[in-house]
């Protein structure tokens, strides 16, 4: 009885994937450039959201504090960008680097509290740090810091719009990868299972807390990795980056996409932006079509639009 919905949900990937490797080929025949950036910047929020839906979705765990990560990572990149640092290998093994510490840091402390306690520490922490940005004058303070060029990775020429788009399409897809293989590895199964009933783990002499505290630094990692393709991409980091707005943002597309999917965090990202692209086009008033829009996807698509898409409605 499982088969026909796994198929549906992977024909749906595979189709999701090509469309978004003919983008370029879009941009490129019909002279358009907009999209070709449009859907790169779609992609590493994509990438945020599936990093954010290991935590949230299989762990159970409101971390209302994700874009904390996303900027770390951009300004890892931008500072030694500013510094005159242009390997790319440097720049990015950095930025994973210091997010992997920072969120090491904050999911020590996080950790140790639940519910509202661990939305509302993980906001402090985010909101610390978005503050900490905010008062760098010498990297640009509140107006941000752009990044005079990018470099090259191995065969890619980061200088490409479209050689930067692929790579960052591979990106995803190696996020994607490494996802199922942890959800579907024993350690994504004591964490799935403490996030229904944690005592029940601790009876079976398992430890929550060392799987929650790993879980939240590879998803702080991989959010890292979204913040330095983001600051690539853009030439500029910016403390709005890490605002809360954008870690709500991100949490919107992991839920209207399905939690618990991988996958569905892909969907909500391309839906939310797109939509807040096309309404913005309409009105300036767009967040008023955009949230009931919302709502309805909540009340009658409660596993999401991959949930709907797979064919898993209840």
Known sequence: MRSPVISRARIATVL???????????????????????????MIFA???VSLDLVLGFGGLVSFGHAAYLGVGAYAVGILAYHGV???FVLWGAAILASALVA????AISLRTSGMYFIMITLAFAQMLFYLAVSLKAYGGDDGLPIAKRGTLGPFDLKSDVQLYYLILIALGLAL???????????????????????????????????????FVISGTVCGLAGALLATLTNFVSPSYMAWTRSGEIIVMVVLGGMAT?????IGAVVLLVLEE?????TIHWMLILGPILVLVVLFARRGLWGWIAGRHG
Do not use: M, Q
């Open 16 to 42: 999701l994937f090509a469309l978004l490797a003919l983008v370029p080929v879009y941009s490129t025949l019909f002279s358009a450039p907009f999209y070709l950036t449009l859907f790169a910047r779609v």
């Open 47 to 49: 990438l945020a959201a």
């Open 86 to 88: 242009d390997s790319v």
């Open 104 to 107: 090491l840091f904050i999911g």
């Open 177 to 215: 990868y490494l996802g199922h293989r942890i959800v579907g590895s024993r350690f994504g199964r004591v964490l799935e299972g403490a996030k229904w009933n944690e005592r029940r783990a601790v009876a079976l002499g398992l430890a929550p807390y060392r799987y929650r505290l790993v879980a």
């Open 262 to 266: 991988l996958t569905g965090p892909v």
């Open 278 to 282: 096309v309404l913005a086009t309409l």
